[in-house]
């Protein structure tokens, strides 16, 4: 089973304001206490939304990450939309 995408962000900005330092999904998974293969879908989501950034030395949260952590968003009950002009 894999964590929630929130779990894996809250793990990641913890860890990279402790290093400042992009954070491995090795760490993650140490971390949460789950095999790194169950990090794949909730790190690869969290890309996409822009809400993670991936170098070759792992993972570092962007802004608005950290922004909306700070407000309190709980990533498991937001909605995200994407508006598309016509």
């Not at 290093?19 to 206490?33: G, K, N, W």
């Not at 993972?59 to 950290?66: F, L």
């Not at 937001?78 to 508006?83: K, P, S, Y």
């Amino acid at each position: 089973m894999s964590p929630s995408s929130h779990a894996v962000l809250v793990e990641v900005v913890d860890r990279y304001r402790e290093s400042d330092r992009p954070v491995t999904q090795q760490v993650i998974a140490r971390s949460l206490e789950v095999p790194e293969e169950a990090l794949s879908e909730p790190l690869e989501s969290l890309c996409e939304f822009e809400l993670l950034a991936r170098s070759d030395r792992g993972y570092r949260p962007t802004v608005t990450a950290r922004e909306l952590l700070a407000l309190g968003v709980d990533l498991d009950d937001a909605v995200v939309l994407d508006l598309v002009e016509k």
